[in-house]
């Protein structure tokens, strides 16, 4: 079902401030919503970060008016060259997160209106980002909603992607002329050759394919969540393409946590897609559990979950 | 490097619930020169366009040209729902930004952007009466049957672009629309009561009584005017309006994102062109 505002988000909206936040790469455009005066404090603020900030069908926008009736306040913004925001416009790499924007936003924050505790939330690319901020600001983040990034550098995206791939795939492939015109680009041969490497390597009894690496940048920063007392939901769906890269940190990272961590960091991986958020029955589906979820921030729900374990 | 000051973010009342509004002021000092009021598109579009349309105030700005972009209700980070949006409530909250433009301006001139459906809403609020200097239109929607389609062909080929074939044709789809209230549009709805309120409307019938300076901007990969913007150009000259062409050949793709999002520089460089010969 659409989204229909109720009274009580309504109310929100009238309250809601924008604001602009100094970064080193430009000034940022964002709106902090205030928790209801009428709902018990949670005493966390929620970002929700994507690009631009409202993200589709203005999710970010009924997420952040909703957790604010439930007592969180809540802060949407445009990363740098997007949206509102000044900063030069660039190609968003998942590998290259923008940290420097998030961090100038959750110190704004605690200047502007006193936040002291926040839970960060994105998809794709804004899930990178969000997890880096756990370098700088890993003390005062209390949650991370982690939904269908990559967590490999783009080349090795493109390898991961040949898992999918079987012979089938490459004789369908071979029979599209257009496939062999694009071969006159030297960066086509390198891709078939990628792929076709993969392919080889796992068809050959007892040459199974190394694992491929996860990126340096992904490793850096889950190491700090882990070193953090935050907990997270990593989200995915088993078709995103994202997923692959995931599932070698779920064979890599996860089983090496000591089970207090391990509590902490919970994975849900869905049925078909989640990425792109464009089919609308998984998009509101996706919303509605991370919504959930980052409303079991708030200290009486935790309470209530803890009581009844 | 700007020469104005910071775009300003806020809100704004219509119909008494808040809109969503950036306010850009001049950078030179040119008190005659209008303030240009955006009318965004619809759906999905708002989103690919936004960052052309910023870029585009932050260089009108620059020249001299305050400029006003709001989200209508039941858009971005306005109130309202999107299943209740039609064109006369479009138009409504297009009037009341024109007022609130007037107002933070202090400029009594006003030139309309019409994005898309956009040009719908702003071809309608000038004949209601809202002030208009000048028209600048980007890609605009002539006729809204033919842009609603076109948004139905896009999610078919995306099917297809991903390995999928599609399960509708778009007349079957037009038809969910009627039956259903809605359909799907990758992440978005298309509502039946925006559907049914243009019914009957057609962007040169809305500017049957306009001949003020008009820029018509085409954002597509050919390289000349289609046939449609032809027919519009032509129209508006019959009736004595002074109207200026631009083919911008570039494909934003309306109902994606794409990575880096379309900025429209080329797009933003020529309208600036166009306002600063008006003036």
């Known amino acids: 079902m659409p989204w229909r505002e109720t009274p009580a988000e309504l109310e929100r909206a009238r309250a809601e401030q924008p604001v602009l936040i100094g970064s080193p790469s430009g000034r940022l455009c964002g709106i902090y919503t205030p928790a209801a005066p009428d709902a018990p404090r949670a005493g966390v603020c929620v970002v929700l970060l994507t690009s631009p900030r409202s993200h589709r069908n203005r999710m970010w926008v009924e997420g952040a008016r909703r957790l604010a009736t439930l007592g969180f306040s809540a802060m949407r913004f445009d990363l740098h060259g997007t949206g509102d925001s000044e900063g030069e416009t660039a190609f968003r790499n998942p590998n290259q997160p923008y940290r420097e924007d998030l961090v100038a936003v959750l110190r704004h924050l605690g200047a502007a209106f006193g936040e002291r505790r926040f839970a960060v939330s994105g998809v794709c690319f804004d899930a990178r980002t969000a997890l ?114 995931f599932r070698v940190a779920e064979r890599e990272l996860f089983p090496r946590l000591d089970a207090a961590t391990r509590a902490r960091l919970e994975v849900e991986v869905w049925p078909g897609r989640i990425h792109g958020c464009t089919e609308m029955n998984r998009q509101r589906e996706s919303f509605e559990r991370g919504v959930t979820w980052l409303a079991r921030l708030h200290p009486s729900v935790a309470a209530a979950e803890t009581a009844r374990r | 490097m700007s020469h104005a000051p910071p775009a300003i973010p806020s809100f704004f009342t219509a119909a008494d619930r808040p809109l969503f509004c950036v306010y850009h002021a001049p950078g ?40 006003l972009r709001y989200h209508a209700r039941g858009h971005g980070d306005s109130t309202g729902d999107f299943a209740d949006v039609t064109l006369d409530s479009l138009v409504e909250d297009a009037l009341a930004a024109a007022a609130e433009a007037r107002a933070r301006s202090g400029r009594s001139r006003i030139v309309w952007l019409g994005v898309r459906f956009g040009a719908l809403v702003a071809a309608e609020a000038i004949r209601r009466g809202a002030p208009a200097d000048a028209l600048a239109l980007w890609e605009p929607a002539i006729d809204p049957d033919r842009f609603y389609r076109a948004m139905l062909r896009g999610v078919l080929f995306f099917h297809v672009s991903e390995g999928r074939r599609p399960a509708f044709t778009v007349d079957q789809m037009m038809e969910a629309v009627e039956r259903d209230g809605r359909v799907d549009v990758l992440g978005y709805y298309l509502h039946r009561a925006l559907v049914r309120s243009t019914r009957g409307v057609n962007l040169e019938t809305l500017l049957g009584g306009w001949s003020g300076p ?66």
């Open chain 2, 28 to 67: 030179p000092d040119r008190p005659d020169a209008p303030i240009v009021l955006h009318a965004h598109s619809t759906g999905f579009e708002q989103l690919t366009s936004c960052l052309a349309e910023a870029g585009f105030a932050r260089a009108a700005a620059d020249a001299g040209f305050p400029a």
């Open chain 1, 132 to 245: 880096s901020a756990f370098e700088d600001c890993a003390d005062s983040i209390v949650g991370l909603l982690f939904i269908a990034a990559p967590l490999m550098e783009l080349e090795t995206l493109v390898q991961a992607a040949s898992e999918r791939k079987g012979w089938g795939h490459l004789m369908h492939a071979l029979r599209k002329p257009s496939n062999w015109k694009s071969m006159v680009r030297p960066e086509r041969w390198r891709h078939a050759g990628l792929v076709l490497s993969r392919m080889v390597r796992r068809s050959v009894p007892g040459g199974n394919a190394a694992e491929l690496p996860l990126s340096p940048g992904f490793r850096r920063d889950f190491d700090a969540l882990v070193r953090s007392r935050s907990r997270a939901l990593f989200l995915y769906g088993r078709e995103d393409s994202e997923y692959e890269s």
């Open chain 2, 214 to 279: 008009t820029l018509i901007a085409q954002v597509q990969a050919r390289p000349r005017l289609t046939e449609a913007h032809a027919a519009l150009a032509r129209s508006l000259e019959a009736r004595g309006a002074s109207v200026s062409t631009a083919v911008i050949r570039e494909e934003p793709g309306w109902q994606i994102s794409s990575n880096p999002a379309w900025v429209g520089t080329d797009l933003a460089r020529r309208t600036v062109e166009w306002l600063d010969a008006l003036a």
